[in-house]
């Protein structure tokens, strides 16, 4: 594609250059320019790619887009927002994907994977072929402009009529959805998380509400009920889009919806919720009633989402990725009402290289929520596992607690001090299969953890 052809398919005509170079990729990082590249140049956290715009063009750039003047030999592209114009240029170039396939962008706290993941067999069971983006699917919950693009592109040339996808506070605040048609969107909700990037809750909320402007999609479900959803029910409503509302304070996970008999086959409250929210947008879909309710009578559980493991004579065991306060608390509250006797016992950590002042709140949740509770590691990344932990217990007054920093010893201690009316929640790692700890990843999942100490403890399979 040639520069001039991208540059007004994105309002940016008004800029001529004595040349006219063949862009065959756009891409923001310096370190993986080819020949023919268009390199957008990122104001980041930790580094400017304006310092690296010579790097590029040496690399074979064949043209620049920065913020301010830059002494180069190549066609220097200039803009307001190089993000903006890094998410615009990449759907263009990739042929603006998100015009042939029907998009579908879920934003919220909690309760994002689960959406996207019940959506996605909700809309395979009605025949669409689809594809899903998010936690389970990569490294980051929303992919850089770029990568999503041609991701979105890839799965149009392949016959994908229907993409689900997880659209992140980082991705909206960063403008990487920027271009992106939706089909429709969703809010969960919004709780406390990711304030060392935010630095105020409602900064955050702001992040949330972009994607429910008319220029992402004229269609929206969202979760009512709690301030934050009702604000942006309301905002959504301002802005002209066609609103449905779902009522956390009056969910059933039986009865009649839309002339159907719906049976959700989950027992936590927050994933009929979710399950709600993913029925809601396979109908804006015009998938008909009827498929989106035999769909969910076959609905699998989302990896490390209240995934309840169960055998005759040892406690339940819900794996569950809370990790964030209200996470914590609202999968606590399930895992209760999961037995009408016997005790929730309750392992958790919290992440290191994130938001810092979750901790004691997380250590308040699990006092409260909890009869026992088993401290230890979660991902302590470069952070010391000792210092996080201590940070946790300086929320917790009650004394019903115990510190264990290996997360296997922190299960296996919860098992041995369990009985079999008990329940225990292991919380803030879900599906992951590895830790990292020093910078270094290791093999642990939660779940297979836990069958192999029920196998070892109580000589039972699960």
């Known amino acids: 594609m040639k520069l001039s052809t991208l540059l007004d398919g994105v309002g940016f005509s008004d800029q001529k250059y004595s040349c006219d170079p063949e862009i065959l990729r756009i891409v923001h990082d310096s370190r993986l320019?080819?020949?023919?590249?268009?390199?957008?140049?990122?104001?980041?956290?930790?580094?400017?790619?304006?310092?690296?715009a010579l790097d590029a063009v040496k690399a074979g750039a064949s043209a620049v887009v920065a913020e301010k003047p830059l002494n180069i030999e190549v066609p220097l592209v200039e803009t307001t927002s190089t993000r903006k114009s890094l998410?615009?240029?990449?759907?263009?170039?990739?042929?603006?994907?998100?015009?042939?396939?029907?998009?579908?962008?879920?934003?919220?706290?909690?309760?994002?994977?689960?959406?996207?993941h019940l959506l996605e067999q909700i809309l395979r069971h009605a025949g669409h072929e689809v594809e899903s983006s998010g936690t389970l699917t990569g490294e980051r919950t929303t992919p850089e402009a770029p990568d999503l693009q041609n991701r979105l592109s890839k799965w149009r040339d392949r016959g994908?009529?229907?993409?689900?996808?997880?659209?992140?506070?980082?991705?909206?605040?960063?403008?990487?959805?920027?271009?992106?048609?939706?089909?429709?969107?969703?809010?969960?909700?919004?709780?406390?998380?990711?304030?060392?990037?935010?630095k105020s809750m409602e900064e955050y909320f702001k992040a949330k509400e972009r994607l429910f402007e008319q220029s992402f999609s004229s269609k929206a479900v969202v979760v009512v009920g709690q301030e934050a959803g009702d604000r942006i029910a309301n905002t959504s409503q301002k802005n002209g889009l066609e609103v449905v509302e779902v009522d956390v304070n009056s969910v059933s996970s039986t009865g009649s919806w839309h002339g159907q008999s719906l049976k959700i086959p989950f027992e936590a409250q927050f994933m009929t919720v979710n399950t709600l929210v993913a029925a809601e947008l396979a109908l804006l879909l015009e998938v008909?009633?009827?498929?989106?309710?035999?769909?969910?009578?076959?609905?699998?559980?989302?990896?490390?989402?209240?995934?309840?493991?169960?055998s005759e004579s040892s406690p339940a065991i819900v794996?569950?990725?809370?990790?964030?306060?209200?996470?914590?608390?609202?999968?606590?509250?399930?895992?209760?009402?999961?037995?009408?006797?016997?005790?929730?016992?309750?392992?958790?950590?919290?992440?290191?290289?994130?938001?810092?002042?979750?901790?004691?709140?997380?250590?308040?949740?699990?006092?409260?929520?909890?009869?026992?509770?088993?401290?230890?590691?979660?991902?302590?990344r470069g952070e010391s596992p000792m210092s996080i932990i201590e940070e946790i217990v300086s929320g917790m007054s009650t004394g019903n607690h115990i510190v264990e920093e290996n997360r296997k010893e922190a299960i296996k201690i919860a098992l041995m001090n369990s009985?079999?009316?008990?329940?225990?929640?292991?919380?803030?790692?879900?599906?992951?299969?590895?830790?990292?700890?020093?910078?270094?990843?290791?093999?642990?999942?939660?779940?297979?953890?836990?069958?192999?100490?029920?196998?070892?403890?109580?000589?039972?399979?699960?």
């Open 33 to 52: 320019v080819q020949q023919g590249d268009l390199f957008c140049c990122i104001p980041g956290l930790l580094h400017d790619g304006h310092e690296f």
């Open 87 to 116: 998410a615009l240029f990449s759907s263009f170039h990739a042929g603006n994907p998100s015009r042939d396939l029907e998009v579908v962008g879920v934003t919220g706290t909690n309760g994002k994977t689960s959406v996207v």
């Open 160 to 198: 994908v009529d229907s993409a689900v996808m997880e659209v992140s506070s980082h991705a909206l605040s960063q403008h990487r959805v920027d271009g992106t048609e939706f089909s429709a969107v969703a809010f969960t909700n919004l709780s406390r998380d990711h304030l060392d990037y935010h």
């Open 288 to 310: 008909p009633p009827s498929k989106i309710a035999s769909g969910i009578s076959q609905l699998q559980a989302v990896p490390g989402r209240f995934e309840i493991l169960k």
């Open 319 to 380: 794996i569950d990725y809370a990790h964030t306060p209200e996470a914590l608390k609202t999968t606590l509250k399930s895992a209760r009402a999961l037995k009408e006797k016997g005790r929730v016992l309750v392992v958790f950590g919290c992440g290191g290289g994130r938001d810092q002042g979750k901790r004691p709140l997380m250590g308040a949740m699990a006092d409260v929520g909890a009869d026992f509770s088993v401290v230890t590691s979660d991902n302590p």
């Open 419 to 462: 009985e079999p009316e008990d329940v225990i929640v292991i919380a803030g790692k879900g599906h992951e299969t590895t830790q990292e700890i020093a910078g270094q990843l290791f093999d642990f999942d939660d779940k297979e953890i836990s069958k192999g100490l029920i196998f070892e403890l109580f000589e039972e399979e699960v």
